[in-house]
T-cell receptor, first 118, second 115 residues
C-alpha cells in the first residue's frame, strides 16, 4: 500500500515551453501533497504544500506564478513549470501524506521526474 | 526551527560489514516524528521507518535496526551484514505533530557497499 505515481518520469523540452507533471496517490487518499526539487548530490528542497481544494502554500523563494500547483482531487496534484528555462532543469519529486490512523504524518514519495530544459 | 544533521556525507563498506548511519535532530516540539528514507540511484525515496517521539523503543526489521535516544536527540540507523543492494543515499527527516507540519530533511548519507 501507500503507492505514489508520478508522470512523466523524464521530460526534455525547449526553453520557453510549459511542462506539466502529475502526482497520484494510487491506493490512498491524500488531502495534502508536497512538491520537492532536488539538485544533484543534494537534499530535497520543499517547494510547496498542496492541499486538496485550496491554494498551494509556497516556500520562500519559490515563484508561485512559475510553478503552478493544482490539487483538484484527493488523489491527484499537478505541478506546471511555466515558461521553463535551463535553470529549471532538475529532479522534481512529489509526495503524498496519508491520513489513515497510524500512518498520519508519513509522506510517501513518487519516483520523481527529471526535467531537462534545452 | 527544526534541524536534522547527518554528519556522515559518504560511507564506504565492504559487503557483510555492519554500518551505522548517524542522525541528530533539533526541535522545540514536544511531539514530533522521525523518519528514515532510502534513495537508490533510480531516485525514488523509499520509506523505511517512522518513529513517534513518545516511543523510544528500538526497532528491528530484518537487517535494519534503529536506535532512538531522546536524551541525545539521535535516531541512528544500523544495517547489519550490508549488501550491495543497500548502496543508496539515506535521508533522516523530522516533522512536527500538527497537520500543517512539513518534513525537515538532513543532507543525506551516501552509502556505498562494495562486493
Amino acid at each position: 500500500g501507500a503507492v505514489v505515481s508520478q508522470h512523466p518520469s523524464w521530460v526534455i523540452c525547449k526553453s520557453g515551453t510549459s511542462v506539466k507533471i502529475e502526482c497520484r496517490s494510487l491506493d490512498f487518499q491524500a488531502t495534502t501533497m508536497f512538491w520537492y526539487r532536488q539538485f544533484p548530490k543534494q537534499s530535497l528542497m520543499l517547494m510547496a504544500t498542496s492541499n486538496e481544494g485550496s491554494k498551494a502554500t509556497y516556500e520562500q523563494g519559490v515563484e508561485k506564478d512559475k510553478f503552478l500547483i493544482n490539487h483538484a482531487s484527493l488523489t491527484l496534484s499537478t505541478l506546471t513549470v511555466t515558461s521553463a528555462h535551463p535553470e529549471d532543469s532538475s529532479f522534481y519529486i512529489c509526495s503524498a501524506r496519508d491520513s489513515v490512523p497510524g500512518r498520519e504524518e508519513t509522506q510517501y514519495f513518487g519516483p520523481g521526474t527529471r526535467l531537462l530544459v534545452l | 526551527a527544526q534541524k536534522v544533521t547527518q554528519a556522515q556525507t559518504e560511507i564506504s563498506v565492504v559487503e557483510k560489514e555492519d554500518v551505522t548511519l548517524d542522525c541528530v535532530y533539533e526541535t522545540r516540539d514536544t511531539t514530533y516524528y522521525l523518519f528514515w528514507y532510502k534513495q537508490p540511484p533510480s531516485g525514488e525515496l523509499v520509506f523505511l521507518i517512522r518513529r513517534n517521539s513518545f516511543d523510544e523503543q528500538n526497532e528491528i526489521s530484518g537487517r535494519y535496526s534503529w536506535n532512538f535516544q531522546k536524551s541525545t536527540s539521535s535516531f541512528n540507523f544500523t544495517i547489519t551484514a550490508s549488501q550491495v543492494v543497500d548502496s543508496a543515499v539515506y535521508f533522516c527527516a523530522l516533522s512536527g505533530h500538527s497537520g500543517y507540519s512539513t518534513l525537515t530533511f538532513g543532507k543525506g548519507t551516501m552509502l556505498l557497499v562494495s562486493p
